[in-house]
C-alpha cells in the first residue's frame, strides 16, 4: 500500500459514502462511471481502486457522497495532477493562408479572416470588436474584454487598413465592427462557416480551425524574427510559456540542417 495523503482521504470517503449511504461499493462505482466519462481528463498521480474496479480522484468521489445523498457534504481539497496530451499546434504557411483569405469572394468574409491573422484574434474577439477599437492614428487594433476579461491591443498592418476602409465604405456598419442582419452583432458560427468554406473551397488538407490562423499569425512572427515577449503582448497570453510553445514549431533554424539523406545517392549515378 502506498503512503499517501490522498489514498487516505479516499479511503475515508469511501467509507463515509457507504456508511451514510448503506450502498455497497458495485452501485457507488455505477455512480463513479457515469462521472469519470463526463469529466475524463480529472486524474490523479497513483491509481486508487475501488472494488478493484475503477481508478478514482478525491474530487469524484467528493461529487459521487453529493449525487447519492443528494446534499452538499464536506469537501476535501487536494491538488490533483492533470492528464494533458501536450500537441503541438497546426500552423499554415504564409501562401496557405493566403489562399484561403483570396478564396473568399465577399468582401466582408475576405476581411474577417484577414483582420483575425493579421492581429492574432480570437474568433470571440473579432466578432466583439467595434467601430471605434480601430485606431488608424496609432495603427493599433484595441481588444476589450478577450479571454480573462482583459483589455489588449494588437498591431494594425496597413493593408488591412485599407481592407477596412474598403469594407466600410461598402457595408458601413453601426455598432460593431461586423454586423449580421439588423445590424446585429455577427455570430461565431457564422465567422466559422466562413473559414471552412475558404478552406475546402482552397483544398487545405490540413486540420485546422478558426483558431489556427491565430497560431500561423504568431509562428510567422517568431520567423521573421520577432521578440517572442512582444508576441506573448500581442497574443494576450499570462504566461511566457504559453507562447514559447512556437518555438517549437518555427522553421527557423531547421532549414540550415543537413538531412541525412542529402547525398546518398551520389554514389549510385
Avoid at 455505477?30 to 486508487?48: D, G
Avoid at 470588436?129 to 482583459?150: A, F, H, P, Q, V
Avoid at 498591431?155 to 446585429?184: M, N, T
Amino acid at each position: 500500500m502506498w503512503n499517501d495523503p490522498i489514498i487516505d482521504e479516499v479511503r475515508k470517503i469511501r467509507i463515509s459514502i457507504e456508511k451514510e449511504c448503506h450502498e455497497n461499493s458495485r452501485e457507488i462505482l455505477q455512480h463513479a462511471i457515469k462521472i469519470q466519462k463526463k469529466y475524463p481528463k480529472r486524474l490523479i498521480s497513483k491509481p486508487i481502486h475501488l472494488d478493484d474496479t475503477l481508478p478514482l480522484s478525491v474530487s469524484r468521489l467528493n461529487q459521487i457522497k453529493e449525487k447519492i445523498l443528494r446534499r452538499e457534504t464536506k469537501k476535501y481539497y487536494f491538488e490533483i495532477p492533470r492528464s494533458i496530451e501536450k500537441r503541438l499546434p497546426v500552423v499554415l504557411s504564409k501562401m496557405e493562408v493566403k489562399k484561403i483569405i483570396d478564396c473568399t469572394n465577399n468582401l466582408k468574409h475576405k476581411t474577417i479572416l484577414s483582420v483575425i491573422y493579421s492581429g492574432g484574434l480570437r474568433l470571440s474577439e473579432v466578432v466583439n470588436l467595434k467601430i471605434s477599437d480601430i485606431d488608424s492614428e496609432r495603427m493599433l487594433i484595441n481588444i476589450r474584454g478577450g479571454k480573462g476579461k482583459k483589455d489588449r491591443i494588437t498591431i494594425l498592418a496597413d493593408e488591412i487598413l485599407k481592407l477596412l476602409r474598403k469594407y466600410f465604405k461598402g457595408y458601413q456598419p453601426k455598432v460593431w465592427l461586423f454586423e449580421g442582419e439588423g445590424s446585429k452583432q455577427y455570430s461565431k458560427r457564422s465567422v466559422q462557416e466562413i473559414y471552412y468554406k475558404a478552406v475546402e473551397k482552397a483544398n487545405i488538407k490540413k486540420h485546422t480551425s478558426i483558431h489556427t490562423l491565430r497560431h500561423s499569425f504568431a509562428t510567422h512572427l517568431l520567423e521573421k524574427g520577432e521578440d517572442v515577449r512582444k508576441i506573448q503582448i500581442l497574443l494576450g497570453h499570462k504566461n511566457i510559456k504559453t507562447t514559447e510553445i512556437y518555438t517549437h514549431i518555427t522553421k527557423n533554424g531547421l532549414q540550415n540542417i543537413r538531412h541525412i539523406l542529402d547525398g546518398f545517392y551520389k554514389d549510385e549515378e
